[in-house]
């Protein structure tokens, strides 16, 4: 999964290119917990809110002083032990999972018929199946950012995250937050959340 800022077709969409780079920030912190590098960025960058006294202000001021907070090894050792750890992990990620209730079942199965209608492919290098909260973060990414004018637009947007997030992705939040062992990852759930409901919000004006 791609860590640096994908193209816009049009440059001076701001709005856009906050929205492309808040989907791989999430999709990066989901994936694998933050590394110094990452965590000095939040800790002298600035890190202005990706809109001030909306939805995301407090979940985002909130995940910024988590991530100036946690150390990396603190980071690692949270991230380990609630989404790998021995036997069966504590909580996961997939969409299939919190759809039917197993792992690669039905919903992974439609999800890969989608992204091969869009011409995409799984790395096979990847720990991940394709229905991973990160990696349907960065097709989003990718959906927004992207430079294939015939498979990157608004409504391919919609369907992709009607299809495949918007079902699923708060529970697995609900999941996190009540999780006695998150923390860093309780930050991680609440700005997920926020952006979620905002971004299903946006998808429902296009409807009005």
Not at 61 to 74: G, H, I
Not at 130 to 155: P, Q
Request: net charge negative; hydrophobic share 50%; charged share 25%.
């Amino acid at each position: 999964m791609p860590a640096t800022p994908l193209p816009l077709t049009d440059a001076d969409d701001a709005e856009e290119l906050a929205r492309a780079e808040l989907y791989g920030l999430l999709a990066r912190l989901w994936l694998a917990a933050p590394d110094a590098a990452l965590l000095e960025q939040f800790r002298v960058a600035a890190t202005e809110p990706p809109e001030r006294g909306g939805h995301l202000h407090a979940p985002w001021e909130s995940l910024v002083a988590e991530l100036r907070r946690v150390t990396p090894a603190a980071a690692a050792a949270e991230h380990e032990a609630l989404f790998h750890g021995v036997g069966k992990p504590e909580i996961l990620a997939y969409g299939s999972y919190h759809q039917s209730g197993f792992l690669n079942e039905r919903p992974l199965a439609a999800l890969r018929a989608d992204l091969a209608a869009l011409g995409l492919t799984r790395d096979a290098a990847a720990l991940e199946t394709e229905d991973h909260i990160a990696y349907l973060f960065e097709v989003m990414r990718w959906l927004i950012a992207g430079d294939d004018a015939s498979r990157c637009t608004l409504a391919q947007q919609r369907r992709f995250f009607r299809a495949h997030l918007q079902p699923w992705v708060e529970r697995l939040c609900d999941t996190v937050e009540t999780h006695p062992g998150a923390r860093t990852w309780r930050a991680v759930a609440a700005m997920t959340r926020a952006f979620v409901q905002v971004e299903a919000q946006g998808f429902d004006l296009l409807d009005a």
